[in-house]
DNA sequence: CATCTATTCTATTTATTTATTGAATAGACA
DNA sequence: TGTCTATTCAATAAATAAATAGAATAGATG
């Protein structure tokens, strides 16, 4: 083998990794499978894809070692292979939003679309706040993803229910909402919804995922 | 604009950052590029492709905004459009070469074929040991790429010319030997060469850009 | 201004990737 | 064992990406 048949080798083999994560909706599905384990009809509901459209892309993702899937009665599981592959999504989605003005644009539309100062807190400060008792914490993803694990102190109130969920929440202490991640829209909602009912509500900077990779605190049931 | 069409519009802008990176040419000059900056002609050359081909995957990556030209006279030269790329190269190798055995076997083909033990040293020892003075340092890049910065207290021994630089180096102290980077051979080649040779030889682990990423003393002329 | 040359563009062919549909499969559970 | 069902496979069509070769361009230099 000659140095330039190495070289080759070697860079074909490197994009086929890349080549697994250069499909919007399979990085779509690396950002929910950061959550946790899900059948391939819920990320096919999550994903707006069809199921054996979003069977193929995770047949792609398994491939290249990315997911594992398993087994558990009827159905079929599938999860990140390692908390590295989020890591990778967070390097990739930083070069994507640095270098595509694109990106930073359409969320800022999105969110100037609902008509909120959508103001956000990050992980450090929210730390000090929850230890000086500041704010409470709500978990406004489904409940199934909550209890998978949530940040410590968190509250579930999904989005879907938030209503039921306000009566048991004083109006004087600040809210903090956190959802998935930076391209979920469940925090946002929620602002919007309590800043409208009264409320003072931040969303947090970062989503779940990153909180814990970051080694804050978090619980497990 | 709707969730969904949020998100397929986030997702569709953010692979585009991926795609650019999702092909083992513009892999393999990114890694190039990452030594400074090179006319069309020097990445073709580098690379084995044409300069048709070398200046449509430079097209390619300049509209991703990877990279940035700069006229000299009658050429251009392409650089990094940052530091933060070569970051997310560096990312995407980890990613490859954890989950894609064929790259790890790929490598360890390459080197057992030269029927070397490639004993390598990583940044942190390496500082350690210049630091008491105990080895010589040998950048054996091209002698253009040294010339642009190099790690402190390295001496340009280009590999071509590797003879040359023999007489002047004494056989009593170990020789430490970088280059481009994991997929770059020179310092391979050296080591081989200078084991051979008699001397004391072992290859860094780190090539440039990694070094002067992770804040390591360096020297530009 | 004319020429030279490094680079880019255009057109074409070939290869790869994606979505869709309907059929096939593999495992669970009665 | 047979049925049920979540998932995957196979085939096709449509879209996108890549390599090549030759023409065009833009800027430098005399």
Redesign the pocket.
């Given at each position: 083998m000659n140095k330039r048949e190495f070289k080759d080798k070697v860079y074909i083999e490197l994009s086929?990794a890349v080549?697994a994560l250069?499909?919007?909706?399979?990085l779509e599905i690396i950002d929910l499978l950061a959550q946790g384990q899900f059948?391939?009809?819920?990320i096919?509901n999550n994903t707006g894809?069809?199921?054996?459209?979003?069977?193929?892309?995770?047949?792609?993702l398994?491939n290249a070692k990315l997911v594992q899937?398993n087994?558990?009665?009827?159905?079929?599981?599938?999860s990140l292979a390692s908390e590295q592959i989020y890591n990778a999504l967070i390097c990739v989605r930083e070069l994507g939003m640095t270098f595509n003005a694109e990106v930073k644009k359409v969320i800022s539309d999105f969110r100037n679309g609902q008509q909120e100062d959508m103001r956000a807190i990050d992980a450090e400060t929210l730390v000090t706040m929850l230890e000086n008792d500041e704010v409470i914490l709500l978990d406004v993803r489904p409940e199934e993803e909550y209890s998978r694990g949530h940040i410590h102190r968190a509250l579930s109130t999904p989005i879907d229910k938030l209503g039921n969920s306000l009566k048991k929440i004083p109006k004087r202490k600040m809210l903090v909402a956190y959802c998935r991640g930076p391209f979920c829209v469940y925090a946002d909602e929620a602002v919007a919804i309590l800043t409208q009912k009264g409320y003072n509500a931040v969303r947090l900077e970062e989503g779940y995922p990153e909180w814990a990779l970051k080694g804050y605190p978090v619980e497990h049931i």
């Open positions: 086929k080549k250069a499909n919007p909706h399979r059948t391939v009809e819920q096919a894809l069809s199921v054996a459209n979003a069977s193929q892309h995770l047949q792609n398994k899937i087994r558990k009665g009827n159905f079929i599981n599938y």
